[in-house]
């Protein structure tokens, strides 16, 4: 069966954060409104989004270590050891970010979202409408 | 920049549903209990995820279209045409699946888990936690 897939940017963030090392672990955590960059040939994908809306944005964490099974989760050392499945640790085989944002802006190509801690040039492989009601109701505004 | 990345399946959805014909358009429409039998090789990284706990499942549709941009939601003609990131149709540049479903029963390299629409078959790329309080009063359990 096959088990190896080819994944291509379809835009990238462009973001005040400039490393991973300053980055916030979440999007809650203090993390600044960011662009999404979309490239031309993937313009007609974005119709429909609307300002307002909540979406799901799905980063390819560039700078991440797809070794790592095991974390410290959150990094601290107390915190004991578990399998990355487990975790939101960057560090992970298919080193997917999944991020629950919040449309501010929309311009040609570029859509303004709310609170992302993906660094800048960070890949963006997706973004796909957050589904089911009352969401706005939800306190995990960003998972 | 770099712009393509390769994505190496974890696992395998392992489920009745045999095509994607028959298969719900969504997680929480019909769809059946599957396992996820996660490769050898990343058993490590299931380690700490319980029995009960509300997870992301990352899949990859390898039956999708990568060429569609727009489509009628839901596949039916009397929705307007929109572009694929508005929608979650499984037809889209990087055609991966988002699947919020609940944690059943563990065994070995194995997760029983509920209602997932995706094929048997399915590459699985990630597993992650849902994050944040109070998602088990949200009713969005199937995004």
Redesign the interface.
């Known amino acids: ?10 835009g ?1 963030v462009r973001s005040p954060l400039a490393d991973r090392k300053n980055a916030p672990r ?1 999007g809650n955590e203090g993390a600044p409104d960011v662009d999404i960059e979309i490239s031309p040939e ?1 313009e ?6 609307e300002t307002g809306q909540d979406i ?1 944005l ?1 980063t ?1 964490f ?1 700078a991440a270590d797809r070794s790592t ?2 974390v410290h989760p959150r990094g601290e050392l107390h915190n004991p050891e ?7 640790s960057p560090d ?3 080193p ?1 970010g ?1 991020h629950r944002t919040v449309v501010l802006d929309i311009g040609k190509c570029r859509l303004r979202v709310q609170g992302v801690e993906a660094i800048d ?1 960070t ?1 963006i ?11 706005s ?7």
């Open positions: 069966m096959e088990s190896k897939f080819e994944i291509a940017a379809v990238y979440q993937f007609q994908a974005l119709d429909g989004i799901w799905l390819w560039h099974l095991r578990v399998g990355v499945f487990a975790t939101r992970r085989p298919n997917i999944l040039g890949p492989i997706d973004i796909k409408p957050v589904l089911g009601a009352p969401e109701k939800c306190h995990d505004k960003h998972l």
